[in-house]
């Protein structure tokens, strides 16, 4: 029996055990095996660079991307929101949030669950749309997570808007894929039209992708509508 391998497989099974613990009251729509790859890519994805989230609610992916980036002693998390909630979580909406109903805003409450979580250092706090956000940013990044708006429109926004700060052997990740109907035909078009990237996995509804050596700026890519 190889016991290296088999205590190298079920420390990462008590890990994952302990994270869902401590970040499981954290709400979000993030499924623990989504948030554990987010993890292993803050931790241990390749490329030099900054890592960034568009769209953080209320810190569920912010708090595992930070876990993940201080264990590994690596980059802040710039968490990029305006913190009033996407169309769904709106009263009404298929996803109705009782806190942006009742506060008109989630930010409150991502800051007290960094702070629980024991990651507030390891956290950037954009409060900005993603438009607003990359107008002032020009630093590299090695680690993108995609998962504001899920509308087509917004996606590709933020696609655009983001991706030409990739570093090459960087990764974008793309949450809710399958899910979202936006989200997921703006994804399946992005696969379809581009050599610059290519697809390294899928857990559940979350898209992972690697840029490539030579990628072209996205900005010269004609996109369906």
């Not at 169309?87 to 409150?108: I, K, M, N, R």
């Not at 570093?167 to 894929?177: K, P, R, S, T």
């Not at 936006?182 to 078009?189: D, K, L, N």
Request: proline share 3%; aromatic share 10%.
């Amino acid at each position: 029996m190889n016991f290296k391998s088999v205590f190298s497989r079920l420390q990462a099974v008590v890990e994952f055990t302990n994270l869902q613990h401590k970040l499981g009251p954290v709400e979000g729509f993030l499924l623990d095996p989504e948030a554990y790859a987010l993890m292993l890519l803050a931790a241990e994805g390749s490329g030099t660079g900054e890592i960034v989230e568009i769209g953080s609610f209320m810190g569920l992916s912010t708090c595992w991307l930070a876990v993940g980036s201080a264990k590994a002693g690596r980059e802040t998390v710039h968490a990029i929101d305006h913190f009033k909630g996407s169309p769904e979580h709106q009263p009404g909406g298929g996803a109705a949030c009782e806190t942006v109903a009742e506060d008109g805003s989630t930010f409150a409450k991502f800051r007290e669950n960094v702070r629980t979580a024991g990651v507030e250092d390891r956290v950037h706090a954009i409060v900005a749309s993603s438009a607003e956000a990359a107008k002032g940013w020009d630093k590299p990044i090695r680690l993108l997570f995609i998962d504001g708006e899920h509308s087509y429109e917004a996606v590709k926004a933020d696609f655009e808007l983001w991706s030409p700060f990739v570093v090459e052997g960087g990764i974008i990740a793309f949450h809710d894929v399958g899910n979202a109907e936006g989200a997921t035909r703006f994804y399946e078009e992005f696969l379809k039209n581009t050599s610059d990237y290519r697809q390294m996995m899928r857990v559940a509804s979350l898209a992972i992708v690697l840029k490539l050596t030579g990628a072209s700026n996205p900005a010269e890519t004609e996109w369906g509508a």
